[in-house]
């Protein structure tokens, strides 16, 4: 619907909705911090998170350094050696009386 001064019914409704959202989610949320209302949090912290996005709002993270890049060894042109065999076990001792 759209009136003749440029009022558009939707665009209202596009502008008012979110922000009302968002108080409505928040209070909840702070209730239920406090013990006044018995509702998950998860769900009420994923709508305010998905109404943040609607105003652009988003997480960033730390900026990490790269993890270095670790180049192959090279190769070498012999095989590898085998391990040299472990000595044998001592031989066992009787029990003395």
């Given amino acids: 619907m759209k009136r003749h001064d440029g009022f558009s019914l939707r665009k209202a409704v596009e502008t ?5 959202v ?12 406090i013990g006044i209302a018995k509702i998950d949090a998860a769900f009420i912290s994923s709508l305010v998170t998905s ?11 730390e900026e990490k ?3 270095p890049v670790v180049s192959p060894a090279p190769r070498s042109a012999s095989p590898p050696r085998a391990p040299k065999p472990s ?3 001592p031989p066992a001792q009787p029990p003395t009386p």
């Fill in 16 to 20: 008012i909705v979110p922000p009302a």
């Fill in 22 to 33: 968002l108080t409505w989610a928040l209070a909840v949320l702070t209730m239920s911090y």
């Fill in 51 to 61: 109404v943040l996005a609607v105003y652009g709002v988003k997480r960033t993270s």
């Fill in 65 to 67: 350094s790269p993890p």
């Fill in 87 to 89: 000595a044998p076990p």
